[in-house]
């Protein structure tokens, strides 16, 4: 691990509209400038478009996991992380790069492990969609009773954290779930030191990559909350 380095990591899969712009939008030089160096690291689900090429051009080291979901890509990521500090975003551009250098001076201002972000904050209009809203409520409720965990948006994708935090989470989910599984598995099982913050949220750039109905999707992340608390 080096010291005051900061992996970014992006999950792709045929986001050719939307990884340059998100790439593009992530302020190297203000972090630089903080004293990081900058890993930007695009975990590839095989994409069939030209999201690689536009991701290398756009200054990113590229990885290829072709083994499917969100959580592998994620788990796959963190594996091949130089920086002491993560960050994690969507391709599509619907996540503030563009504050992850606020972020991290919170993290280390506040001396925090974890930060995750509360999208309900300032969410553009048309950027989640109706039944997603009602969805990720219902989760949010679970998480408060099932974990004692008051975290508005246990879905979010976009997080700042010490990659050590790693260390002693136990990551089994391969797709969606992962996303609140680290939470719980960083928040409520490792007692770390977190807090949520309201970030804005905008529409995505090309087609979602959620696969099947929003409904099953969030059955299956309620049914693996509901199992995570009756077995880690
Ligand atoms: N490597 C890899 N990336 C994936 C996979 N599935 C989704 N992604 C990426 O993970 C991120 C999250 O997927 P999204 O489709 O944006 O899901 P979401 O943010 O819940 O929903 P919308 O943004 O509203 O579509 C995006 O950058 C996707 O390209 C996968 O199987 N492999
Ligand atoms: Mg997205």
Redesign the pocket.
């Known amino acids: 691990m080096t010291a005051n380095k900061i992996t970014i990591i992006?999950?792709?899969?045929?986001?050719e509209d939307?990884i340059e712009r998100t790439i593009s939008a992530i302020p190297r030089p203000e972090l630089e400038g903080m004293g990081y160096k900058v890993q930007i690291l695009v975990?590839?689900?095989?994409s069939e478009d030209s999201t690689r090429e536009r991701a290398i051009k756009a200054g990113a080291e590229v990885i290829i996991?072709p083994r499917?979901?969100?959580g592998?890509?994620y788990k796959t990521g963190f594996a091949h992380a130089e920086g002491d500090i993560i960050a994690t975003a969507?391709?599509?551009g619907?996540y503030p790069v563009e504050d992850i250098p606020s972020l991290v001076k919170t993290l280390k201002e506040e001396n925090l492990d974890f930060l995750t972000t509360n999208r309900f904050a300032f969410m553009e209009k048309g950027?989640?969609?109706f039944r997603?809203k009602i969805g990720n409520t219902i989760l949010y409720l679970a998480m408060r009773i099932l974990f004692r965990l008051k975290m508005r948006d246990p879905?979010s994708?976009m997080w700042v954290f010490k990659k050590n935090i790693l260390g002693k989470a136990k990551l089994g989910s391969d797709t969606?779930p992962l996303s609140h599984e680290l939470k719980i598995e960083a928040c409520y099982f490792n007692k770390c030191r977190w807090k949520e913050v309201p970030i804005q949220y905008k529409r995505?750039f090309g087609?979602?990559?959620?696969l099947g109905s929003g409904w099953k999707v969030g059955f299956t992340d309620l049914f693996h909350l509901i199992k995570k608390r009756m077995i880690r």
């Open positions: 992006i999950p792709a899969l045929n986001e939307g975990v590839d689900g095989g996991e499917r979901g969100y592998r890509a969507d391709a599509d619907t950027a989640m969609s997603n879905e994708g969606w995505r087609k979602t990559k959620l």
